[in-house]
């Protein structure tokens, strides 16, 4: 199994390369340094002079990919490119355009987004597994079919709805908790209720559905009527074999969530003030900070890498016949 | 109940950090409850917090009440007028000729040589507590040459222990000066002031070659500024070029606020940046209050200063502001609150909503809640709805020092230039786009169409009949009234283009309207804007684009019609009129004539103007500015925005200053009354979970009795 992490690890750089190349390359199709400069300094007064001030201090007065001027390795090295993205393998994000250092920002960040999506990931795997099992327990009963009816209904409305409906109904009809904002602590715990609540209600109507989906698939198999032959009761059918034997969709589906919830979510943290990672990219983007915006895109990238490698091996953990060779 | 429920409530309760009276949809912290705390909130996070880079109002808003520059906007006078905060007095500028002999304070402009500003600051005025001054007993100081080990676990300000503070000095807003041209620091305005300032330039190309270490610090102490001199521990002088009696605006603004030296030298120390500790977000300041906490991702706290030097609230101010109760406090110690806390609130629904709990002071309106907070009566004029009323809520207007306008690029051959046709053109064009309209559709009413360039209260800005465009008004019973449509069809037709039709070739004339595009929110205001010249039969092609893309169109002239704004830095014609003013035209010199408007008269003018006191004569000469721009039209003047603010009863002494950035001082909260209505307007409901709750286990039980009574089934 090492042998199969290294070469995953190994497979992982050119990946990586490639995703920062594509990164600068659409960042600057949309951007010049001008404009960045520009967007840094302010539309009101600012010179060209101190445009190329700012170019020069923060290393945007070199060309983009290539360097003519040099010679040998200079051609290359002595670019934006190779000199805003050799020490992203480092792990070295440096500082931000605006001059703040990213990887204390981002170690700042990443724990609202988690105490979001951490609880939201749990309860809502809990739910949607139990309300699968439920109605594939209940299957072709009124159980089921009203089952299915209410996931349909749940996923067809927009996660918006959920979330201003929510904070009308909740926060601001109920008086229950607070509409929006963030504390730190066990202070926390009130502005996390609602939309830790309103991200597992979201998700029940497509969790469910899919995974009442697999466990039906499961439950039509040879072995889970040898199961019921054997006389096992119902519950564990479901508990003991379906649901194991289901486990390698549902871990994929949830190792492959595991960087998007480190992320963020831009949505709820927008609408309920959370200082999370999830308008942190986009805070970047619209402020053109591509030393943030590249950063962020090779964490998302590492962590997706890291994720799927985690899918992999999990594999081996719950099906003893899978060998990653 | 049962038991299972109990437990579920309690801990929802213990969860909601429900103490004691304190509502559970409370967001602050209950210590708060009862405190003369001011909340508010803030959408756009600043960039920039050192005051000699910070040009906006997101970030004025905060740098304002902890930096003190020596002047200030008066709170309660109008028009707007400077008066001091740390400057003794205002200082009346000192002209010279070339000869270095005084001359009189109305000596004409090309008589002066250069004019000296001298400024003497009000002794024992002291810093806010920051580990930049804290000294050890041996006097030295203890935080200006930290080893990497001392650095350890420190990850924000306030993790240094030991703290201390000093006297405000003379010589630290000469530094700060300095600083405008600090190689490694990016001042909007050094260009401005290099203009101005006598010897900026020679010290900015002196400092490119001047001894720096790895953190980007220099000893600005060691480097003279000719222009700038400390003269004694309390007093300094600035020396301009020429006569500028707009250099004392400059002096409200947060540019020219002190900066010790001691703070570069301790921010600019390896490690510190890498802790994100540096200047630019952790202000360092005399006002009023202090910042101590900065999380602009969640939001910004400041502070009483426990050094401040204690400023008493104006004791004159307007008729009727008496009466308003503005003047309460007259004479009093401010500041009237502890604390400030702003929140960061990206999304205007949520924001408006705790607004109307209760857990912000003050709201503007967005356009969202705008008919829910505010009804037109049947005079037009807007008041609030009932159920505002029924709240105790206030609104406050005023009409901003802004222009928002439709500008024409001259260099342009169609709609440019100064030949007849093409003013008729534009002056057809503007006569159809009715901005009246387009107040009520788009701005919510909030706005008035503009007449000129300058807005009402700067100085030149004429109201009623004199005020009209005559180009584009009438004066109809005491009121402007837009011209017809047909006369705006007369002017397109003696330009030559009948029906919206060149004479000579028939074509019809289509114009391109560059404009940035805000998403789906903008395509009805295209859409608006090619009806208006539908009325001419001209058709419109809106190029809407990215604000990268539309500036580049402007610096390269590459635009026909553009839409844009100015928001003025400080109450003066000049500031204004200086957007039409043709050597500052963007294309040939980069400057904010954006529409590359080049009138020989009306630059001659400008020059004579913006040098003057305002008085008859330089009003005077705004006049026949005025008429000429009107007359060339090289922008249709727009509109100037109305800010309509909301705020709870419980605040008092609101009056909008627009020019001030530095009002929270003046700010006093009835923190009693706050608690007590939102209390009571934040009453828990907490039937309707336990209803939703017994329903759900309602519908669970004949699940659970079905599962039952198959585990009991025999197999068949």
């Known amino acids: 199994m090492i042998a199969y992490i290294i070469r995953r690890l190994l497979y992982a750089i050119p990946i990586l390369i490639g995703v920062n190349i594509l990164t600068f390359a659409l960042f600057f199709v949309v951007n010049t340094p001008d404009d960045m400069a520009r967007m840094h300094l302010g539309d009101k007064r600012v010179t060209e002079e101190a445009i190329e001030k700012w170019k020069a201090n923060l290393g945007y007065d070199k060309p983009l990919f290539w360097n003519a001027e040099k010679d040998g390795a200079g051609q290359f090295t002595d670019t934006i490119f190779y000199t805003k993205s050799i020490r992203l393998f480092v792990f070295d994000f440096g500082l931000s355009d605006n001059g703040r250092n990213i990887a204390h920002d981002i170690s700042q960040r990443m724990w609202p987004s988690l105490a979001i999506a951490v609880p939201s990931l749990l309860v809502g795997l809990l739910l949607n597994i139990t309300f699968a099992l439920t109605m594939v327990f209940f299957r072709a ?111 994929t589906g949830i190792v492959v969530l595991l960087p998007l919830l480190f992320m963020g979510s831009l949505i709820i943290e927008s609408f309920f003030g959370i200082p999370g990672l999830g308008s942190y990219t986009i805070d970047a983007i619209n402020q053109q900070d591509f030393a943030i915006v590249r950063s962020m895109v090779f964490l998302g990238s590492v962590l997706y890498i890291i994720g799927l490698l985690l899918t992999d091996i999990s594999y081996t953990l719950v099906d003893p016949r899978v060998r990653l060779n | 109940m049962p038991s299972g429920l109990k437990i579920l409530l309690t801990l929802l309760t213990l969860g909601l950090g429900a103490c004691e009276q304190a509502p559970w949809n409370n967001p602050y912290p209950a210590s708060e409850s009862g405190q003369p705390v001011y909340y508010d909130m803030f959408s756009e996070r600043p960039k920039h917090l050192d005051p000699v880079s910070a040009y906006s109002a997101d970030e004025y808003k905060f740098i304002g009440q902890i930096y003190e520059p020596p002047l200030q906007y008066h709170f309660l006078k109008r028009p707007y007028e400077l008066t001091t905060l740390t400057a003794e007095s205002v200082p009346e500028p000192m002209l010279f000729d070339a000869d270095d002999e005084r001359l009189p304070a109305d000596a004409p402009a090309d008589a002066v040589d250069y004019s000296v500003y001298r400024v003497s600051i009000k002794p024992g005025i002291e810093y806010q507590p920051h580990p930049a001054f804290a000294r050890d007993a041996d006097g030295n100081y203890r935080y200006h040459a930290l080893e990497k080990s001392e650095l350890e676990g420190i990850r924000e300000l306030s993790d240094f222990e030991h703290h201390g503070t000093r006297e405000l000095t003379a ?46 610090y220099i000893d600005l102490r060691n480097h003279d500024l000719e222009g700038v001199q400390v003269i004694d521990r309390y007093t300094y002088e600035i020396r301009v070029n020429g006569k500028y009696p707009q250099f004392n605006y400059w002096l409200a603004m947060p540019f020219f606020a002190p900066m010790p030296w001691e703070a570069e030298r301790f921010y600019n120390q390896t490690g510190m940046n890498q802790r994100n500790i540096v200047l630019d977000w952790y202000p360092i300041g005399t006002g009023a209050f202090m910042l101590t906490e900065n999380n602009p991702n969640l939001r910004m706290v400041m502070e009483r200063n426990p050094n401040y030097w204690g400023e008493k609230y104006p004791t004159e101010g307007m008729p009727g502001d008496r009466e308003a109760g503005l003047l309460d406090d007259a004479g009093k110690t401010m500041p009237f609150i502890d604390k400030a806390v702003y929140s960061l609130e990206n999304e205007s629904i949520p924001a408006w909503n705790k607004f109307l709990q209760g857990y912000y002071d003050v709201s503007a309106i967005s356009s969202d809640s705008f008919d829910q907070a505010v009804n037109f009566n049947a005079q037009g004029n807007a008041e609030l709805t009932p159920q505002m009323k029924r709240k105790g809520i206030n609104l406050l207007k005023a009409v901003t020092t802004s222009s928002y306008y439709l500008g024409f690029n001259m260099l342009d051959s169609v709609v440019g230039g100064d030949s007849e046709q093409a003013r008729l053109l534009r002056r057809a064009i503007s006569i159809a786009i009715d901005y009246e309209e387009f107040i009520s559709i788009f701005q919510n009413g909030r706005g008035i169409a503009a007449q000129g360039p300058l807005p009402p209260g700067i100085f030149g800005h004429r109201e009623g009949k004199a005020g009209i465009n005559p180009y584009v008004y009438d004066w109809e019973e005491g009121e402007p009234e837009r011209k017809s449509i047909r006369e705006a069809r007369e002017l397109l037709a003696e330009a030559g283009y009948p029906n919206g039709r060149n004479r000579e070739s028939g074509e019809p004339l289509t114009l391109y309207f560059d404009t940035l595009d805000r998403g789906p929110d903008s395509k009805a205001i295209h859409n608006w804007y090619i009806k208006q010249l539908d009325k001419l039969g001209i058709r419109l092609v809106v190029r809407s684009t990215d604000y990268n893309r539309f500036r580049e169109k402007m610096r390269k002239g590459n635009a026909q019609m553009y839409f844009w704004g100015w928001n003025a830095d400080y109450p003066d014609p000049e500031n204004f009129l200086f957007l039409l003013y043709g050597p500052n035209g963007k294309v040939l010199h980069g400057g904010e004539n954006s529409s590359n408007y080049d009138n020989s008269e009306f630059d001659r003018l400008f020059e004579q103007m913006r040098n003057m006191d305002n008085d008859d004569e330089r009003q005077a000469i705004i006049d026949k500015m005025v008429e000429i721009a009107r007359r060339d039209a090289p922008w249709l003047w727009g509109f100037h925005p109305v800010a309509y603010t909301l705020h709870h009863q419980w605040y008092s002494n609101a009056k909008p200053n627009l020019m001030a950035n530095n009002t929270l001082k003046y700010k006093r909260i009835d923190a009693q009354q706050r608690e007590r209505l939102r209390a009571e307007w934040n009453e828990p409901v907490v039937w309707p979970v336990l209803t939703v709750i017994g329903l759900l286990v309602l519908a669970i039980l004949p699940a659970i009795r079905v599962y039952r009574k198959r585990e009991k089934e025999a197999a068949l």
């Open chain 2, 171 to 216: 010589a630290d807003y000469v530094y700060q000066i300095k600083r405008m041209v600090h190689p490694r620091r990016y001042s909007p305005i050094a260009g401005v002031m290099s203009k101005h300032i006598v010897g900026l330039p020679d010290l900015k190309e002196e400092l490119k070659s001047a001894p720096m270490d790895l953190n980007g």
């Open chain 1, 141 to 251: 009963t009124y159980i089921d079919t009203a089952g299915v009816v209410l996931c349909v209904i749940l996923m067809s409305i927009s996660s918006l709805f959920y979330i201003i409906g929510g904070q009308f109904l909740i926060g601001k009809m109920l008086n229950l908790v607070p509409i929006s904002g963030y504390d730190t602590g066990l202070e926390a715990i009130k502005f996390l209720i609602l939309p830790v609540a309103i991200s597992i209600i979201y998700s029940i109507g497509s969790g469910s559905r899919w995974y009442r989906t697999i466990f039906l698939e499961e439950s039509g198999k040879e072995y889970v009527r040898t199961a019921r032959a054997k006389g096992l009761s119902e519950k564990v059918v479901m508990g003991r074999h379906v649901l194991r034997n289901a486990l390698i969709p549902i871990l």
